[in-house]
C-alpha cells in the first residue's frame, strides 16, 4: 500500500470499495492491532479512512505494549496516544519492556484512560504528574525503594476512583502505610507481589523481608482480606502455620506464588477460592497438602530439593506441572478434569504409585514424562482411557515403553532431547498421527499396530548409528510415511494395504530384509533409499510403485522392476555401477533419472522408452 502525502490526499479509496460504508470500514479496521499493525498509517490513504479512524473509538480503546518492539513501532505508539489519545481507556505494556519518554509525557494527556500498566517506579514526581488522570480505576504500581507511605497516601488522595490496585516491588511500604491506603480508598481487588525483584546486596532488603511477613499477617486479620485477590510472597519469612492461618482468612484469593522462603518446612493448604498455584525454590519444604476445590493449575518448578510427598485435591484442576528435584517420592492427585500433566526429574517416583495416580484421572489427554523409578512403563486403557499425546522429556530413563491406549495418537520427543536408555517401544493404537524420536542410540525395537498410521520418524537427528533390530508395523487401514536415519535394521515388517512413503537415509540393511518388508507390502506408492550403502540389488515385483528414487547407494548393481504399471518417475543418482531390468530386459536409464513409459497386460514382456527431455519428477 502507497502512502501518500496528507495534502493530497483522495476523497475515497481506489477501485470498488468506495461505496463501502464507514462503519463497515470500521469493522475491518478492527480486527487489526493499532501498534504492531500500525493501522495509523491508513489515515494517509485517504479522506474517508482517515475520517472513519477518527472517528471508530473502539479502535484505540485498548492498547497493548506485550513485547519489545522495533524502534519505529514505539514512535507508532508515541502517534496514536497524540493523535487519538482521547479514546484511550486501557494502556497496558509488559514488564521489561521499556517505555519511552516521549510516550510518558503523553500519558497524562489520557483524559479518558481507566486502565494503566507501566513498567516504571512510582515516586512523588511521577504520581504528581499522573495526577490529571483521576478517572483512574486500575493501576499497577511498581514501588522500588523510592515509594513511601506518604507517596502512597497520595495515589489515593490523586485517584479516587481507584477498584483495583496492585502493589508490585514496594519494599519500603510498611503494613500501616498499606492499611491506611485501604482506610482512604474503595478498592473492589488487591494485588500484592511481595519483595519481587528484591536486590539482596542492599543493606535494606532484610528489612523489606520483615515488612513484608508483618503486612501478610496484619493484612489477614484486618477487615480488607476479603480484598486480596493475588498474592506472591518473595523472600517472606512466613511459618507452615503462618500461611495457613493467612490463607483461611484470605476468602477471595485466585492466585497465589510461594519463592524463595525458606522458613516454610511444608506447604498446607486449604482454600475455595484458589485458581492457580506456583512454588519454586523453596529448599526446605517436604510435602505439600492441598484441599482447593477450584484450583485449574498448579505448578512445582525447582528447587524444591526436599519434597517428598505431593497430595492435591482439585476436583477441577487441569493443568499439573512438577520437577521432582530428584527426592519426590509419592504422588497423590485426585482431579475430574485434568488434561495437562507434565512430570520430569522423579528419579525416585515409584513407578506403581505414578501408574496409580493415572488410574485415578481418566481424563488425561497430554503426558510430559522425564524420569521416574521403574525400567519399563506400560499405559493401556485402564490407566489412560484418555490420553491422546505422550512426549518423552529430556530426562526419560525407562528402558521400555509399552502403550495400549486406543486414543493415543502422539509419541514424540523434541529434535534435541536424547533419550540414551530407550531400547524397546511398542504402541497400539487406533491412529497414531504422528510417531517421532529424533534421537534414539538404544533403540532395538519398534512396534507399531493401528487401523492407520500418519507418520513415523526414527532418529531423525542422530549422530550414531541405531542397531534397530526389529522394526514392524502394521495399519489395517493405511500406514502414511516411514522414515528411518542412520539405522541398522536387521528385520523390517510392514503390513498395510497401502504404504505412502518408505525413506531409509544412510540405513544398513541387507537385500533380503528390505526383500521381504516390499513382498510383505507391495503397495508402496514412494520408496526412497538413500546412502545405503549396504545394498546390492532391489528387486520389485508386482507393486503399485509410483516413485523410486536411488541416491548415493554405490553398493547397488542391480534394480529390477517388474510388473510397476503404476511408476510415473525412476530417479537414480550416485550410483555408478548399476544394472537396471525393466520386466526381465536390461535397459539404460539417463545418467540420473527415467521416465518409464509401461504398455501391455501385466506379466508381459513390454517395450520400455526413454524420454531423455522429459524432466525428473521430483520425490
Same mark, same amino acid.
Given at each position: 500500500?502507497?502512502?501518500?502525502?496528507?495534502?493530497?490526499?483522495?476523497?475515497?479509496?481506489?477501485?470498488?470499495?468506495?461505496?463501502?460504508?464507514?462503519?463497515?470500514?470500521?469493522?475491518?479496521?478492527?480486527?487489526?492491532?493499532?501498534?504492531?499493525?500500525?493501522?495509523?498509517?491508513?489515515?494517509?490513504?485517504?479522506?474517508?479512512?482517515?475520517?472513519?479512524?477518527?472517528?471508530?473509538?473502539?479502535?484505540?480503546?485498548?492498547?497493548?505494549?506485550?513485547?519489545?518492539?522495533?524502534?519505529?513501532?514505539?514512535?507508532?505508539?508515541?502517534?496514536?496516544?497524540?493523535?487519538?489519545?482521547?479514546?484511550?481507556?486501557?494502556?497496558?505494556?509488559?514488564?521489561?519492556?521499556?517505555?519511552?519518554?516521549?510516550?510518558?509525557?503523553?500519558?497524562?494527556?489520557?483524559?479518558?484512560?481507566?486502565?494503566?500498566?507501566?513498567?516504571?517506579?512510582?515516586?512523588?514526581?511521577?504520581?504528581?504528574?499522573?495526577?490529571?488522570?483521576?478517572?483512574?480505576?486500575?493501576?499497577?504500581?511498581?514501588?522500588?525503594?523510592?515509594?513511601?507511605?506518604?507517596?502512597?497516601?497520595?495515589?489515593?488522595?490523586?485517584?479516587?476512583?481507584?477498584?483495583?490496585?496492585?502493589?508490585?516491588?514496594?519494599?519500603?511500604?510498611?503494613?500501616?502505610?498499606?492499611?491506611?491506603?485501604? +482506610?482512604?480508598?474503595?478498592?473492589?481487588?488487591?494485588?500484592?507481589?511481595?519483595?519481587?525483584?528484591?536486590?539482596?546486596?542492599?543493606?535494606?532488603?532484610?528489612?523489606?523481608?520483615?515488612?513484608?511477613?508483618?503486612?501478610?499477617? +496484619?493484612?489477614?486479620?484486618?477487615?480488607?482480606?476479603?480484598?486480596?485477590?493475588?498474592?506472591?510472597?518473595?523472600?517472606?519469612?512466613?511459618?507452615?502455620?503462618?500461611?495457613?492461618?493467612?490463607?483461611?482468612?484470605?476468602?477471595?484469593?485466585?492466585?497465589?506464588?510461594?519463592?524463595?522462603?525458606?522458613?516454610?518446612?511444608?506447604?498446607?493448604?486449604?482454600?475455595?477460592?484458589?485458581?492457580?498455584?506456583?512454588?519454586?525454590?523453596?529448599?526446605?519444604?517436604?510435602?505439600?497438602?492441598?484441599?482447593?476445590?477450584?484450583?485449574?493449575?498448579?505448578?512445582?518448578?525447582?528447587?524444591?530439593?526436599?519434597?517428598?510427598?505431593?497430595?492435591?485435591?482439585?476436583?477441577?484442576?487441569?493443568?499439573?506441572?512438577?520437577?521432582?528435584?530428584?527426592?519426590?517420592?509419592?504422588?497423590?492427585?485426585?482431579?475430574?478434569?485434568?488434561?495437562?500433566? +507434565?512430570?520430569?526429574?522423579?528419579?525416585?517416583?515409584?513407578?506403581?504409585?505414578?501408574?496409580?495416580?493415572?488410574?485415578?484421572?481418566?481424563?488425561?489427554?497430554?503426558?510430559?514424562?522425564?524420569?521416574?523409578?521403574?525400567?519399563?512403563?506400560?499405559?493401556?486403557?485402564?490407566?489412560?482411557?484418555?490420553?491422546?499425546?505422550?512426549?518423552?522429556?529430556?530426562?526419560?530413563?525407562?528402558?521400555?515403553?509399552?502403550?495400549?491406549?486406543?486414543?493415543?495418537?502422539?509419541?514424540?520427543?523434541?529434535?534435541?532431547?536424547?533419550?540414551?536408555?530407550?531400547?524397546?517401544?511398542?504402541?497400539?493404537?487406533?491412529?497414531?498421527?504422528?510417531?517421532?524420536?529424533?534421537?534414539?542410540?538404544?533403540?532395538?525395537?519398534?512396534?507399531?499396530?493401528?487401523?492407520?498410521?500418519?507418520?513415523?520418524?526414527?532418529?531423525?537427528?542422530?549422530?550414531?548409528?541405531?542397531?534397530?533390530?526389529?522394526?514392524?508395523?502394521?495399519?489395517?487401514?493405511?500406514?502414511?510415511?516411514?522414515?528411518?536415519?542412520?539405522?541398522?535394521?536387521?528385520?523390517?515388517?510392514?503390513?498395510?494395504?497401502?504404504?505412502?512413503?518408505?525413506?531409509?537415509?544412510?540405513?544398513?540393511?541387507?537385500?533380503?530384509?528390505?526383500?521381504?518388508?516390499?513382498?510383505?507390502?507391495?503397495?508402496?506408492?514412494?520408496?526412497?533409499?538413500?546412502?545405503?550403502?549396504?545394498?546390492?540389488?532391489?528387486?520389485?515385483?508386482?507393486?503399485?510403485?509410483?516413485?523410486?528414487?536411488?541416491?548415493?547407494?554405490?553398493?547397488?548393481?542391480?534394480?529390477?522392476?517388474?510388473?510397476?504399471?503404476?511408476?510415473?518417475?525412476?530417479?537414480?543418482?550416485?550410483?555408478?555401477?548399476?544394472?537396471?531390468?525393466?520386466?526381465?530386459? +536390461?535397459?539404460?536409464?539417463? !545418467?540420473?533419472?527415467?521416465?518409464?513409459?509401461?504398455?501391455?497386460?501385466?506379466?508381459?514382456?513390454? !517395450?520400455?522408452?526413454?524420454?531423455?527431455?522429459?524432466?525428473?519428477?521430483?520425490?
Amino acid at each position: 500500500m502507497t502512502v501518500s502525502d496528507p495534502a493530497h490526499q483522495p476523497d475515497q479509496p481506489a477501485g470498488g470499495f468506495s461505496g463501502l460504508p464507514d462503519e463497515l470500514w470500521g469493522r475491518v479496521f478492527s480486527y487489526l492491532d493499532p501498534v504492531e499493525d500500525q493501522i495509523v498509517v491508513l489515515a494517509l490513504v485517504c479522506k474517508k479512512w482517515s475520517r472513519v479512524l477518527r472517528n471508530t473509538p473502539d479502535l484505540w480503546r485498548s492498547l497493548n505494549v506485550c513485547r519489545h518492539l522495533e524502534d519505529h513501532l514505539y514512535d507508532i505508539v508515541a502517534v496514536v496516544l497524540n493523535t487519538y489519545g482521547q479514546h484511550v481507556q486501557m494502556l497496558t505494556w509488559k514488564s521489561g519492556v521499556p517505555v519511552s519518554q516521549a510516550v510518558l509525557n503523553l500519558v497524562p494527556t489520557l483524559t479518558n484512560l481507566r486502565v494503566l500498566t507501566l513498567p516504571v517506579v512510582w515516586n512523588r514526581e511521577h504520581i504528581d504528574r499522573l495526577a490529571p488522570l483521576s478517572g483512574l480505576e486500575e493501576v499497577q504500581i511498581n514501588g522500588a525503594f523510592e515509594l513511601t507511605d506518604r507517596d502512597l497516601e497520595l495515589v489515593a488522595t490523586s485517584f479516587p476512583e481507584l477498584k483495583e490496585v496492585t502493589l508490585t516491588a514496594c519494599w519500603n511500604l510498611s503494613p500501616e502505610g498499606v492499611l491506611s491506603f485501604l +482506610e482512604q480508598c474503595t478498592l473492589h481487588n488487591l494485588r500484592l507481589k511481595l519483595n519481587v525483584g528484591l536486590p539482596l546486596h542492599d543493606v535494606r532488603s532484610d528489612h523489606a523481608m520483615l515488612q513484608g511477613a508483618n503486612l501478610v499477617l +496484619e493484612l489477614a486479620e484486618s477487615r480488607f482480606a476479603h480484598l486480596l485477590t493475588v498474592l506472591h510472597l518473595n523472600f517472606v519469612p512466613l511459618e507452615l502455620d503462618e500461611l495457613w492461618s493467612c490463607l483461611n482468612h484470605f476468602t477471595r484469593i485466585r492466585k497465589l506464588g510461594i519463592t524463595n522462603c525458606e522458613r516454610l518446612q511444608g506447604v498446607r493448604l486449604r482454600s475455595p477460592t484458589l485458581q492457580k498455584l506456583y512454588l519454586y525454590n523453596l529448599w526446605s519444604v517436604s510435602f505439600v497438602s492441598l484441599w482447593t476445590p477450584q484450583l485449574r493449575s498448579l505448578h512445582l518448578d525447582a528447587g524444591l530439593e526436599n519434597l517428598e510427598h505431593l497430595e492435591v485435591f482439585a476436583p477441577k484442576l487441569r493443568k499439573l506441572q512438577v520437577d521432582g528435584s530428584g527426592v519426590l517420592r509419592t504422588l497423590s492427585v485426585k482431579s475430574y478434569k485434568l488434561s495437562n500433566v +507434565e512430570l520430569y526429574n522423579c528419579e525416585m517416583l515409584d513407578g506403581l504409585g505414578f501408574t496409580r495416580c493415572l488410574g485415578n484421572n481418566i481424563t488425561l489427554t497430554v503426558l510430559s514424562l522425564g524420569s521416574i523409578d521403574t525400567e519399563a512403563l506400560s499405559l493401556d486403557q485402564n490407566r489412560c482411557p484418555s490420553l491422546r499425546e505422550l512426549r518423552l522429556l529430556a530426562d526419560f530413563s525407562c528402558t521400555s515403553l509399552h502403550l495400549s491406549c486406543p486414543s493415543l495418537r502422539r509419541l514424540c520427543a523434541d529434535s534435541d532431547v536424547m533419550l540414551p536408555k530407550l531400547q524397546i517401544v511398542s504402541v497400539v493404537s487406533r491412529h497414531v498421527d504422528r510417531l517421532h524420536l529424533a534421537n534414539v542410540p538404544g533403540l532395538q525395537s519398534l512396534t507399531v499396530q493401528s487401523d492407520r498410521v500418519d507418520l513415523v520418524e526414527i532418529n531423525t537427528t542422530g549422530n550414531v548409528n541405531v542397531c534397530l533390530e526389529n522394526c514392524a508395523l502394521q495399519a489395517v487401514e493405511e500406514l502414511g510415511t516411514l522414515r528411518l536415519f542412520d539405522c541398522q535394521v536387521q528385520a523390517l515388517v510392514l503390513s498395510a494395504p497401502l504404504v505412502r512413503q518408505l525413506v531409509l537415509y544412510r540405513c544398513m540393511v541387507t537385500d533380503y530384509s528390505l526383500c521381504m518388508a516390499l513382498r510383505g507390502c507391495p503397495n508402496i506408492q514412494r520408496l526412497q533409499l538413500q546412502k545405503c550403502s549396504s545394498l546390492t540389488r532391489v528387486s520389485i515385483c508386482r507393486s503399485l510403485l509410483q516413485y523410486l528414487h536411488l541416491l548415493d547407494c554405490r553398493g547397488i548393481l542391480q534394480v529390477e522392476l517388474t510388473d510397476c504399471p503404476k511408476l510415473a518417475a525412476l530417479d537414480i543418482g550416485q550410483c555408478p555401477n548399476v544394472r537396471l531390468f525393466v520386466q526381465g530386459s +536390461e535397459t539404460t536409464p539417463n !545418467k540420473y533419472s527415467a521416465d518409464m513409459l509401461w504398455s501391455g497386460p501385466p506379466g508381459k514382456k513390454v !517395450k520400455v522408452g526413454i524420454r531423455e527431455k522429459t524432466k525428473p519428477a521430483s520425490i
